[in-house]
C-alpha cells in the first residue's frame, strides 16, 4: 500500500493568536485595580521642640466632636458655614491661623473634610495665599498649650 | 442583455486583524498598570480638591480597626504597630530625603489613630504629606454631599 504524504505547510499556524492575545487581554483587565492617587498635600511643619509662634487665642480654633460635630470658637457650626464665618476674619488679617483640633474619637474623615473646605477658601474668598492651617497633634497641644 | 449573476455574499467574518488589535489593547494595559505596593482595602474620604500624588513616595495606610501598614514605596508594604512608625519615618528620611508620605487612611478610623501617625511623622521631620482621598461629587442643587 502506498503511503500518502502530506507536503510540509511553510506557513505559520496564526488562527489561535487571537484567543491567546485576548486571554491575555482578560488576565489584564481581571488584574488591574484603579488606584486612588490623588489627595490633598499638607506641609508639616518644623518639628524643633519649641513653643509655636501661633497663640490659641490669636486664632480661629475648629474642633470636631467624635458624632463629627463642629464646634468653630466655641459655636456649633456646619461644614459649610465655616468660609462664611472666616470671610471677615480672614478679610481683616489674611494670616489669621486657623486651628483644627478633631477629637481623639472623631473620625477621620470629618478631619478631611474641614481641611478641603480651607484648602478651597483661597479660591471662594478671593484670597492672595492659603489659608493658614494648622493640624497640632495631641502631643503638642499638650505640650505647648495646656 | 443578459445580466451577469452577482456573487452570493459570503458569510465570513474578517477577522485577520483581530490579533492585531487583541496585540494593541495588550500593550495599552501593560503600558498603564501599576503594581501598588500597598493593598489595603480602605474607604478613603472624599474630598473636592485632589492632587496628584508623586508616584515616588512612601504610603502608611490605617484601616478603619487602627491596624498600620508602611512601605517606602520600594517595597510590599508590611504591618507595624503605631509606636513603630517613627522609626519607620525616621528610617525613610534618612533613606529618601524629601520622599513624600501618603496617608491612606479609612474615613471612619478614630482620629487618635491617625493623631500618632502624624506625630510620629513630625518627629521624624517628613516635610509632606498627602492625605488621600476620593473625589467628592457635587450635588446639582446647591452644597456638596455631607462629609
Do not use: C
Amino acid at each position: 500500500m502506498k503511503i500518502k504524504v502530506q507536503p510540509a505547510s511553510d506557513e505559520i499556524p496564526t488562527s489561535s493568536m487571537a484567543d491567546i492575545a485576548f486571554l491575555l487581554i482578560v488576565y489584564f483587565m481581571v488584574t488591574t485595580t484603579f488606584a486612588a492617587t490623588r489627595g490633598l498635600d499638607f506641609a508639616l511643619p518644623k518639628d524643633d521642640d519649641t513653643p509655636p509662634i501661633v497663640e490659641k487665642e490669636d486664632a480661629v480654633l475648629i474642633e470636631i466632636q467624635a458624632d463629627g460635630r463642629l464646634i468653630i470658637d466655641q459655636k456649633p457650626m456646619e461644614l459649610d458655614e465655616i468660609l462664611e464665618y472666616l470671610d471677615p476674619k480672614l478679610k481683616n488679617n489674611p494670616k489669621k491661623p486657623v486651628i483644627i483640633k478633631p477629637l481623639p474619637e472623631a473620625p477621620y474623615g470629618m478631619m478631611v473634610a474641614v481641611f478641603d473646605v480651607l484648602r478651597q477658601g483661597k479660591e471662594i474668598l478671593k484670597l492672595e495665599k492659603d489659608i493658614n492651617v494648622s493640624l497640632p497633634t495631641q502631643r503638642e497641644i499638650e505640650s505647648f498649650w495646656f | 442583455m443578459r445580466l451577469k449573476r452577482r456573487h452570493d455574499a459570503g458569510a465570513i467574518i474578517p477577522t485577520a486583524s483581530m490579533a492585531d488589535i487583541a496585540f494593541l489593547l495588550i500593550v495599552f494595559f501593560m503600558v498603564t498598570i501599576t503594581f501598588e505596593k500597598d493593598k489595603t482595602q480602605v474607604a478613603l474620604p472624599k474630598t473636592e480638591l485632589r492632587y496628584e500624588v508623586p508616584k515616588e513616595a512612601a504610603y502608611i495606610s490605617v484601616t478603619e480597626g487602627g491596624q498600620i501598614r508602611v512601605t517606602t514605596g520600594e517595597e510590599m508594604s508590611v504591618p507595624v504597630d503605631a509606636e513603630d512608625v517613627v522609626t519607620f519615618a525616621a528610617n525613610l528620611v534618612t533613606a529618601f530625603p524629601g520622599r513624600p508620605v501618603v496617608l491612606k487612611a479609612d474615613d471612619q478610623v478614630a482620629y487618635r489613630n491617625i493623631d500618632k501617625v502624624i506625630d510620629s511623622l513630625k518627629q521624624a521631620k517628613v516635610e509632606l504629606i498627602y492625605l488621600l482621598s476620593e473625589q467628592k461629587t457635587v450635588s446639582a442643587v446647591g452644597g456638596g454631599e455631607g462629609g
